[in-house]
């Protein structure tokens, strides 16, 4: 049971900065961004590259550049060439595959079995002992959920909300929605990046096809901690939905894979499940209650 709850958190801490970015890009700016497969991708790709070479922590910060790249040609396409939001996140995630493929030297994975991590180092140093994947993880995406409730605190983050709830209004206050939008998905998508370069280096490899459904899985855990987390409209409770809502999802995966209540083959199908029952909670249960009171009413009359 600790190990389950140690793998639980230690990777609903990494997966938790992509409920981090989708915090941003679908709750903040109100876009779907359908970029996060594909820059989930290119973090792990250029985070692995660079820890091969023996710049683990190079890795991350490059990816975080990789991924912030990937956020403002979307940002782009939509804002400046009036491509819809989704088309613009599908057209970058589709030429994000080859780009991949050409960072991973046209491989379709790449293995770092014989390279140093974050995580090995950190625990070589004698830093964090033999919990280092757990308690490095952990740092960065409370570093990074800090980072970001400061951010949406400051001028340009309150305009980047602003943007979001009303576009209109923000470009007759003088401040170009457009430039909102690009700077909102750059860091939406570094985030995602982040996230990519500390699953592909803590798992010792990156597939190409590993993002596939990571945005919806992202977005589950977002709603998850959402529906625990707040009842009412808190930006500081916002953000740290994610993280919870990203160790409970994490915790409910491992706890199906040990217990083999569920057969592994059918893992992608407990998958979907999780999901629409996570975001179709609020919905049903608002109706329940809606129901709930309208028969007290009528039982009054």
Known sequence: MVYILQTAMKLGCIYALVSLALFMSFRILKIADMTTDGCFILGGAVSVVFALTGHPFVGLILAMLAGSSAGLITAVLQTRMGVPSILAGIITNTGLYTINLMVMGFSSNLSLLKGETVFSVSQKMGIFGKNADLIVSAVIVIVAMILLRLFLSTRLGLSIRATGDNPDMVSASSINPGRMVMIGLAVSNALTALSGALAAQMQR??????????????????????????????????????????????????????????????????????????????????SISYRNKARKEMKKC
């Open 205 to 286: 490899s990156i597939d190409i096809n590993a993002g596939t459904g990571i945005v919806v899985i992202g977005l589950a855990c977002l709603i998850i901690g959402e529906t625990l987390l707040c009842r009412k409209r808190n930006m500081t409770l916002n953000i740290a939905a994610c993280l919870v809502g990203s160790i409970i999802y994490r915790m409910i995966y491992a706890l199906i894979l040990k217990t083999h209540v569920i057969p592994i083959e059918c893992l992608k199908l407990m998958t979907a499940v999780i999901v629409a029952t996570a975001i179709s909670f609020p919905t049903v249960s608002a």
